[in-house]
């Protein structure tokens, strides 16, 4: 399937026009995150994402990861996605200034593809593995090179995690306030993980995740995760524009050549900053 009759533009605005009602209606199936959560009709925005990780080694080193991004979301739910490759992860360096495009061209579909610039190729992906690496309602992540991305669980997964109950976890709402223009509720997530758990804990331990979140816009605007084993999470948004964005955005380019192959997506490995219990990290791409 050549990239112009994946995207045609015409007809993804067809399609979507006659689901505009139901995607409007549509309730998220996941906490508020990033562009690639639940379809959000006429709702069109633009922003800058900023996603800064600090760590503290048991020898003391501090270690901080910035990941930077830009997003854009038409009116029809067209989604992309610009990361900046970090470039911090010796087993794959990164060139400086190396972009990753991720385009969402059809809602429906649920199928993602992520551009090559210097090669002029694209891949097809799923929806769901995309959006582990450019962070949702339940993660958050940083590329570290084209394959590979860090990614760092929030507190509401700690139930899976840990194996505790929902009695660990206490909910607090934090009121309303406008952050980066545009209004937003809080709330803080305080997950108490006891002394003994699957993680050898020798006394308990705090998770604790504010965020703040736009319902109109169906998007995380701002948030601080803390936890004693990953260290510190903070994810900002910035420069939001209530716009429509220009068509071609979502548009794989005429020139493009696809690779073809058997994996669900070719372009993501996850580094998980705390691996699952009884699951290893992924390997790290080379």
């Known amino acids: 399937m050549t990239p112009k009759q994946l995207v045609s533009s015409a007809s993804v605005c067809l399609l979507l026009a006659a689901f505009d009602p139901v995607l409007a209606q549509q309730a998220p199936a996941e906490p508020m995150g990033g562009p690639l ?25 501090r270690i901080q990861r910035i990941g930077r991004a830009r997003y854009f979301r038409d009116r029809i739910c067209r989604v992309r996605v610009e990361q900046t490759i970090l470039g911090l992860d010796q ?6 200034g190396q972009v990753r495009i991720t385009i969402l061209p059809n809602p429906l579909s649920g199928a993602v593809y992520t551009l090559d610039a210097r090669a002029r190729t694209f891949a097809l992906g799923g929806r769901d593995t995309a959006t582990n690496g450019i962070g949702g309602g339940h993660n958050f992540a940083v590329p570290l090179g084209w394959f590979s991305f860090l990614t760092f669980a929030r507190g509401d997964q700690s139930l899976l995690r840990y194996g505790i109950d929902e009695s ?30 699957r993680v050898g804990n020798d006394r308990p331990m705090k998770i604790v995740d504010e965020r703040w979140e736009a319902s109109d816009l169906q ?13 510190v999470v903070e ?25 073809r192959t058997t994996r669900d997506d070719p372009f993501i490995e996850l580094k998980h900053a705390e691996a699952p219990q009884n699951q290893k990290a992924a390997p790290i791409r080379r």
């Open 219 to 231: 998007l995380l605007i701002s948030a601080r995760h803390s936890n004693p084993l990953t260290g």
């Open 91 to 96: 087993l794959n360096p990164a060139a400086e």
């Open 235 to 259: 994810y900002q948004l910035s420069n939001i524009s209530r716009g429509e964005p220009p068509s071609h955005l979502f548009r794989v380019p005429g020139d493009y050549t696809e690779i």
């Open 37 to 61: 959560g639940p379809p959000v009709a006429n709702a069109p925005f633009s922003a800058e994402a900023t996603t800064t990780v600090q760590q503290v080694l048991a020898d003391g080193t």
């Open 168 to 197: 660990a976890i206490q909910e607090e709402r934090l009121g309303t306030q406008t952050i980066a223009g545009v209004e937003a509720s809080g709330r803080r997530i305080t997950t108490t993980v006891p002394a003994g758990s």
